[in-house]
Every structure is written in C-alpha cells, then in structure tokens.
C-alpha cells in the first residue's frame, strides 16, 4: 500500500477512544497490511496491539509520543514523536521513557535536548504536525523558525522526519509554510495524520477527553466535515486528500514504515549473569548439579532414574530453560542458608525429578509416583520462577536480589487498572452534571450496552446532523460502553518481579505506580515477551504460620529447622488421628476432620489419600486435583500439625496471629488455645509486640489485634518506648505523634485493655480522651476551615485547667457487660471472657453439654450442646441431600436439615454462639451430631429475660395433652410464670403439678409448646405485664429462633 496509519493513539493514551485491538480490526476492514501504535508516554500497548497484528495478519510498526522543551520557544513544551526502526531503537526509547518518568509527565518537566543526545541511535525521531512548528507558524516567528530548524537537524541529524497533517485549516495552513523549509534543508517529509480513534463516531467519546472537568456544552452535534476528524480512514479516503505539492508525503510514510522492523519478542532471553565453574555452560553445569543431588537423594542411580533425568534434562535444552533452574537453585539455596521458611515446590516443579535434585522442589516425584511434565505449559512462553515464602521474607529477598544481580537489574512487574463500566458511567454522569435519576436510568442501560452496538449507534449519529443532549442515559451509556474498560494507572502486581541479566535501563520503562513504587511500564505478558526471568515471591498462610512457630519454638530447641522435620513422627500422626487439626487451613474444615477420624492416616501417603477423598463432592465422583497439586499442601500442613504436637504454646501462637492478620475471628482458636492449659493475654501497651508473642506459658496478643491500629501507629509508639516505659495516660499523649495515634486509635487502646498498666479505670481513661475530643470538636468549628485538619487531633489539653461546667470527678468504672462490649468493639472478639460462657443464664438453665465434653458416651443419645460455628459447607461427601448443611461446630460435624437450615441463617456466621439440639450418631465409622434444631445464644437469653409469663389456653383440651407439657417443660426449668387457663374439670395431680412449675422461656420451648398446641393458644407477656407477640416461621417442620418483640 502507498499509505501507512503511523500514529494511532490507543485508549492508553489520554486522548485516545478504542483498544489496540479495536483499531487493528478496524485497519484490517479497510483493507491495511502495516499500521503504527504511538501512543503517549507508555509503551503498554504494545503486546496487546501485536498480538492483535499477527491474528489480523497485519505488520505493525512501533513508536511513541513523549513530551520535550522547546528548540526555540523556551519555558515551552511540544510533542515528539519516536518510531522504532531496529532493537537498538527500542533500547534507546526504554531509556528516555525511564528519563521521562523519572522526572514527571507531560508538560510539567518534559525531556530536555540533552537527554536525547546519543539515545535516539535506531529511532525516527518525527516532528508531528501539532509540534513546535505550528506554534511558530501561529506566532508568525521565522527567524525562531530558522532557529527551531537548525536545532532539530543538530539534534537528530539525518534520521529526522517532518510529519504534516491536512486535517485542519490551520493545519494546512502550516503545512505549506513548513514543508518547503524541510525539502530546503533536506529532510524527509511524510504524511502524518493524528489517529485518535477508529471510528467517525467516536468522536463523541472523545469530547469527553478533549474536556475533562465537564461537557463544553449541553448537547453533542457531529462536525459538519467528518473527513476531518481524526479517525482511522480508508487509503482512497486520504489519499484524494493529499494532492499537489503534497502527493508524495503519504508514499514516503509507507516507505519509513517499511524501515522499522523492530518487533517485541526479537531480543534475546535476558537471563541474569549465573557465576558458574569454569569450564562449563549452563547446560553441563546443570547436569554436573543433578548428578550430584541424584546421588545424594537417591544413593546409586538405577537405570530408569538415569532414562527419568535423561528425559527432562532434553526438555529443558529444547526450551532454554537450563539457566532458568540454575537461577531457581541458587535462590533457593539462599533460602536456606538463611533459615527462610519455603513452600515445597509447586505447579510442575512438583513433578520434576530435576527439581527435586537440585532442591528447587521437596518433594520426591518418583516415591509419589508423579508423571514427568515438561517445565513449560502449552501455550507459556516462559515459566515464572514461583517460591512461596513468608510475608515477612519478601524485602529481604529483594534485597539480596538487588545486591546479587545489581539494582537496575530487578523491578516489580506492573499492572495497568482498568476504568470498570460501571466506574465509567459514574465519571460521565458526573461530568455531564446528571441527576440522581439520569444515573440511574444510564446504569440500567448497562446491560443491554455491547461496544460494537455502541459503535453502530455513535456512527449513524456522525453521519446525521441531529444533536444529542449530554445527559441523555442512552446516548451517555454508549459513550461509556466505548470507553470502558479504560486503563487509569499503573499498580504493583505485589508478588511479580522481572530480572534481567541486562541493566533494565535499556530492557524496560519503569515509572512510579498508583501506590508510589517503582514498576514496570510492561505487563507480564510483555515481561515474558522479551525473555526476562520472571518471580513469583508468593506469600503463603501456612508458611507465616511456620516461620512464626519456628522462631517461637528455638527457645525450646535451638537446632529445630525446617528443612529437618520428619515425616514420621507419631505425636503428630496421633493429633491428625484425632482431627486436632485448629489453625492449619488446608486441613482444618469439618469433613477433612471426620475422614482423619475415620481413616487415622499414619503416614503422609495416607494423609495425602484422605485430603484428596474429603475434596470428592458426592461419594464416587471423580478427584478434582492431580496428586501433585495437593501434595505440596498436605506436606505444608504435616510440618504445621508437627509444631503443634510438640511445641504447641509457639503454634498457637502463631496461628492466632494469621487469622487475625487475616481479619477472621479467632475466638474458636483462642477457645481451644485456653483448653490446652494456655492462657491468651490482652494487647499491653508496654509489653505487647507488633504481633502476637510468648510469655512464659502465655500468648499475649499483638497491638496489631485491635482494630485501626495501623503499622504506622506501631512504628510511632515502638520508637518512642525505647526510651522506657509509658507511666501515665499523659505520659504517653505527650510522648507519642497524636496525629498517627489519634484520638480515634487512643479509644480502641483503652477499650481493648493495652491501657490497663497505665490505669486500671478504662471509663475514667475514656473519659478524658472523650473529653478531649469534644474541645477540639468545639475549636474546629470556631477555626478557620483552612487550619481545622491542623488543630484536630492537637492533645495539649493536659496543661490547660478544665472547664468550670466540666468539673474532674471520680469515674465509675464500666458494668461488666458495657466492659465486654466495648472490648469486642475494639477487638472484633470477646477475650477477658469466654465467647460461650457470657450466656450464664442460658447454661445453668438448660445445662447443654459443651463441645469439649461430648464423647462416644453421648452416642444415639438426644442431647444439647453448645458451641462456636467455624464454618458451613454446603458441599460434602457426608451429606445425604441436596440442600443440606455441614456445619462445624469447633471440630465436631454437625448436619443441618435444608428445612432448617433455610430459616438459621443468622445462626450460621462464624464466629456465633449456638445452642442445638439433635442426637449423636455414628455412619460408616464417622461420628456426626444430626442437628433437629439450632438458636443463637443472645437470643435465647434475650427472650428469657423480657418475657415474665406465658398463659396457655387449654380449652378443650385433655390429660393426654397435659402430659406432652408437663414432659416438655421439664427439659426448661426455670422461673417465668407458667399460667394455665380454661382447662375444663376435673383439674388432677398432672394439672396441679404443671400449674406450680416455672420454666425458662426460649425459642425451643416456644416452638415445642406450638407443636402441641396451636400457636394462638400460647400467649406470652412481659415483666411488667404487658402482652407481647412471638414471631416464629412455620412450626411444624422447623426450629427456628424465635425473636419477641
């Protein structure tokens, strides 16, 4: 073709409507064979928009739009466009970008001449039609003119290209007043028009764009000339545009395009510089380390071992993946020289014996029978380097990185954010200043709304002369459905590294994230493309859990390493017999817990073929993992259930750490913590850590467990108790920064109990604090608005005198009650006492058995309990019917009826206390409590305490029904009034007796008096007398707590 589009913009840049891929579909409809992205600032498109190219069968070329002072106009700043020409381009703009970005963006610090000296070698540097030149033209400046000409071809030399545009007057206009100039002094010229979009209709969108703090105007009318707005047109189209003087501008554009060559994925794999012995290349050292760990695993190497190694060490050559293992092992023997907790191998590192051998994997595919894959998915360009380690781990793992293979060697892969639909609408409502109600229409047109109709829509509108009101929903709604999802920024991936043997500088842009880190200004996939090692430092619950526990438990045994635990150590294999398996996650939900029972696994193959047969769904249904992908879980959790048999006070600790660092509730744990003989203390504002710590025989917990306590907060009040004990409430306002420990922060200390050492009286601590926060309330809004965020967490109250309407006093202390919820606000948990046991009057009542308690004696028996819920599952191999409800009640399962289950929902949040009933049996050696009804503890003890009578209407009715009572209400004694009326002679021994009793009111009582009688013949009224109404569901079939209002 004649006629190339260089300079399409995507929606990566700020100006740009459509994706890469949209505008390669739309290249490839008007019949194009080469189209060039440039888009401004970021090379982000760039994967996507050859991915689009090889499918479309379209060759791309590449560039981008940076930002540079002027030559002649100084103070001033213009575009620049860059093509790439060959590899070496591409390395010279990765280094002016990382410049740019350095610096800042756009025309707040652009590149200066300076920075482009020696780095434009491989580049085609073009002066686009919008740059300084149109500036001079417009200021009617020739001697700068001159001046700007003489600079640039000084700058660039004979790789410079003027680009020109006609899709303006004034365009035009400079068109014919510069091209002259460029052929004067021998410089190519090509035709360069701006490409923001694919489609005319587009150009809606783009208003949006050109105009980012609000509509220009209340409608939209299409420009009378559509052929001048800056969409991607035919080549018939431009070229009968381009004609006279400037009819060989557009041939010379195909010609440049033909020049640049340069396609990612052309460089070379970019593997970090290995120090290996001399002599050797990464292939034969890779062997010479095989044979080594083969022979040091696996003593004499048989000959289907050699065949297994001979193998894998093929696939590895064919892919270039030796220098790949060789780095794996050496950071994996950096790990362990320091005593860093790692996972045992994942993906198919599991199922190399190449793996094994070089220790890159713990677990030995040939004793697991596991089937030899190659390295390399289908479809993987390169497979990521994953190592789970603690969280704690990361920075120093970067560090030694950085130190080993140099700073500019490693980066944090980046991750576009993408403007959601929704997030989309909600932008241009407000920018088009809708109402209430037009936003609202406008999202539910979101369903209906696909960018192609969008499209089809947005283009019969460019073609029409009619106008279309901002703030109609339909016509927003398609401006958002071609603009979403757009790009926003950049994030870090958090766990994802890319290293490369080669300084980054020429390798990748890197630019400042969202959350102000440095990152890559390349996805993954663009990561993978041009041959980077990439690392996945994966945190790993069960590995903070163990690296806590390890550090905890040195105390009892210095030389406890984790590389050392064995596998066949029977306290452990008698815990998991037991299904004692509280804070390790993979193994702890409530069906694994039965099978352990059941199957007591004795060694890790066992406990392996439990794991894999709790995931079946339904009894006979096929395995949902491959050995290999459970294997490394199950060894992870072994080594957890290991600390817990022998060093269990540094176990618990630890995991009472992850689940709150996870923000779940950790009282079920706390519960069992307290059963094995260890006490679990308050947050100490003295004593406490960061996180959770061992005293003597005691777990105390971290000032990280109280809630908006941030890292912060913990920085500011651990540097300033080094220099001693805080003594006072003062004291300790005086000494740490009240704007990071905020009054906010100070109330939650105080509630939580971390202020006890200080003063015991929280009510009276609270008091001043709350105090405080009134007069700075009060001074904020006499204060100027521009100094009130200044004044309003300033605690220099202390040395002022109180006011006389606000006299010192003694403070009561707070009831217990007021004490406990307070406590639980702070925290999220009840912990000076045991979540269960608060419900005093509810269990010497009922006397329900607690779950620690129940044994085989309580078998085919009706029994109570009481407990915490940890989970529910509404899929196991246990359950019988579809509907039903596995519930784990600390480790015990319990079954749940759907009829019941449907009406409890309240009561199935982990974390509630729960009162069932039900009987416990036995099924195929697996012992199950089978719940006929469950209630909530707080509301049990709430309808005990307001309902002071209940009156049954016996009319009509006889001894038989007397009897099915009085058998009822013996199971609730207590002391609510039971009233008896209408029951027709002769009034005997059964009726008199009945007549006497007090029962304790609650839902299962109300809900059996119901059964017997009809609910309107059951009445009940409160202390005062006063006649109340018992909300139930339907009585016959269901249990469920009843609330009274």
């Known amino acids: ?59 791309p070329v590449f560039g981008c739009r940076l930002i540079m002072e002027g030559l002649a106009l100084a103070g001033m700043a213009f575009p620049l466009d860059l093509l790439i020409e060959t590899e070496q381009g591409y390395r010279n703009l990765v280094r002016l970008m990382t410049v740019y970005h350095r610096r800042g963006e756009g025309d707040r610090r652009p590149l200066r001449a300076e920075d482009l000296h020696d780095r434009v070698q491989g580049l085609f540097p073009v002066l686009p039609p919008d740059g300084e030149l149109l500036e001079l033209v417009r200021l009617r400046e020739r001697d700068k003119a001159e001046l700007f000409l003489k600079r640039a071809g000084d700058l660039f030399g004979r790789e410079l290209v003027y680009g020109f545009s006609l899709q303006s007057e004034e365009l035009i206009e400079a068109a014919g007043m510069t091209l002259p100039l460029a052929r004067f002094v021998g410089a190519r010229a090509i035709a360069a028009p701006q490409v923001r979009y694919p489609e005319p209709g587009d150009a809606a969108a783009a208003v949006y764009l050109d105009h980012p703090y609000g509509a220009p105007s209340r409608s939209y009318r299409p420009p009378g000339d559509p052929k001048s707005l800056p969409a991607l047109w035919g080549e018939d189209d ?22 640049c060559t340069w396609r990612p994925g052309r460089i070379r ?172 229409l406008t999202h539910r047109e979101k369903a209906r709304l696909r960018s192609a109709g969008a499209a089809q829509r947005l283009d019969e509108l460019a073609e029409s002369t009619r106008s279309r009101r901002w703030r109609d929903p339909a016509f927003l709604g ?173 176990f618990y600790a630890a995991a009472i750490d992850a689940v709150i660092e996870s923000h779940q509730n950790p009282s079920a744990l706390i519960r069992e913590t307290r059963r094995a003989g260890f006490d679990v203390l308050p947050p100490d504002i003295n004593l406490s850590q960061w996180d959770t710590t061992i005293h003597g025989h005691s777990i105390r917990l971290g000032l990280s467990a109280i809630r908006g306590f941030g890292e912060r907060a913990w920085e500011n009040v651990h540097a300033v108790r080094s220099g001693g004990n805080f003594t006072t409430l003062e004291n300790f306002c005086e000494r740490v920064n009240t704007r990071i420990v905020n009054l906010r922060i100070l109330r939650a200390l105080i509630a939580s109990g971390a202020m006890d050492a200080l003063d015991p009286n929280r009510a009276a601590m609270d008091a001043v604090i709350a105090r405080l926060q009134k007069r700075t309330r009060e001074r904020e809004s006499a204060a100027d608005p521009l100094h009130r965020q200044a004044t309003l967490f300033e605690l220099e109250e202390w040395e002022t005198e109180p006011d006389a309407d606000e006299p010192v006093a003694d403070v009561r202390e707070w009831n217990a009650w007021e004490k406990l919820q307070r406590e639980s606000e702070a925290l999220g948990f009840f912990l000076s006492i045991d979540p269960v046991a608060r419900f005093r009057i509810v269990l010497e009542h009922l006397a329900p058995i607690p779950i620690e308690r129940i044994n085989r004696r309580h078998l085919g028996k009706d029994i109570r309990i009481t407990g915490l819920v940890c989970a529910v599952e509404e899929r196991s191999p246990l ?46 050696g697996m012992l199950l409590f089978d719940a006929d009804g469950i209630w909530r503890l707080c509301d049990m003890e709430d309808q005990a305490t307001r309902v002071g009578r209940v009156r049954l209407g016996l009319a009509e009715e006889n001894r038989r029904t007397l009897g099915m009572i009085a058998k009822l209400v013996r199971d609730y004694p207590g002391n609510t009034a039971l009233e008896l009326a209408d029951y027709p002679a002769p009034r005997g021994w059964t009726y008199r007796r009945l007549a006497r009793r007090g029962v304790f009111f609650c839902s299962p009582l109300y809900q059996g008096l119901c059964k017997i009688l009809t609910p309107s013949a059951v009445e009940l009224f409160g202390q005062n007398g006063e006649p109340l109404l018992a909300r139930a569901s339907d009585l016959e079939d269901t249990k469920d707590p009843d609330e009274v209002d």
């Open 1 to 59: 073709m004649a006629f190339v589009p260089l300079f399409c913009q995507s929606h990566h840049s700020p100006r740009g409507v459509a994706s890469p891929a949209d505008l390669v579909r739309r290249a490839r409809a008007l019949g194009y064979t080469t189209l060039g992205l440039c888009d401004e600032a970021t090379l982000a498109g760039f994967h996507a928009f050859d991915e689009a190219c090889r499918a479309q069968g379209i060759r």
């Open 238 to 259: 431009l070229l009968s545009r381009w004609t006279d003087e400037y009819e060989e501008l557009p041939h010379e554009a195909g010609a440049l395009a033909r020049r």
């Open 269 to 440: 794999r970019a593997y970090p510089t290995l120090d290996l012995e001399r002599g050797f290349d990464p292939n034969s050292y890779l062997f010479d380390l095989v044979i080594r760990g083969a022979t040091q695993r696996y003593g004499e190497i048989t000959e289907s071992l050699k065949q297994r190694v001979n193998r894998e060490l093929e696939d590895v050559k064919a892919n270039n993946l030796a220098p790949y293992l060789l780095l794996n092992h050496q950071i994996v023997q950096f790990l362990d020289e320091k005593g860093i907790s790692r996972g045992v191998g994942r993906s198919r590192a599991v199922s190399s014996v190449l793996a094994y051998c070089l220790g890159i994997s713990l677990i030995d595919p040939l004793q697991y029978k596991l089937v030899a894959k190659s390295l390399v998915s289908e479809g993987e360009l390169f497979p990521p380097i994953c190592i789970e380690v603690p969280r704690s781990a990361v920075p120093s793992i970067l560090q030694w990185l950085r130190e080993t293979f140099g700073e500019d060697h490693l980066v944090e892969i980046g991750r576009v954010i993408d403007l959601r639909r929704d997030q989309m609408i909600n932008e241009l409502a407000n920018w088009a200043s809708m109402t209430d109600e037009e936003r609202r």
């Open 478 to 650: 398609d401006i958002a459905a071609r603009l979403a999802p757009r790009p926003r920024g950049w994030q870090g991936a958090g766990d994802r590294y890319a290293l490369s043997g080669e300084p980054l500088e020429w390798m990748v842009p890197r630019l400042r994230s969202t959350q102000g880190r440095v990152v890559s200004g390349l996805e993954e996939p663009a990561i993978d493309r041009l041959g980077l090692a990439r690392l996945l430092f994966v945190p790993h619950g069960l590995l903070d859990i163990l690296d806590k526990a390890m550090q905890a438990a040195h105390s009892q045994n210095p030389g406890l390493n984790f590389a050392k635990i064995p596998l066949d150590d029977r306290p452990t294999y008698e815990l998991l017999q037991r299904g004692d398996v509280s804070g390790i996650p993979p193994l702890e939900n409530v069906t694994l817990r039965v099978m352990l029972r059941k199957h007591a696994p004795a060694n890790l193959l066992q406990l392996l073929r439990v794991k894999t047969e709790s995931g079946m769904v339904r009894p006979g249904e096929e395995r949902p993992h491959e050995l290999s992908e459970e294997l490394p879980d199950v060894l992870l959790s072994y080594q957890c259930a290991y600390l817990k048999a022998n060093y269990p006070l540094a």
């Open 879 to 924: 359950l019988g019917r579809e509907g039903d409800r596995l519930v784990d009640l600390e480790g015990l399962a319990v079954t749940l009826p759907q009829r019941i289950a449907e009406v409890s929902q309240s009561c199935l949040e982990p974390g509630t206390e729960v009162f069932l009933t039900g009987r416990l049996n036995r099924r195929d």
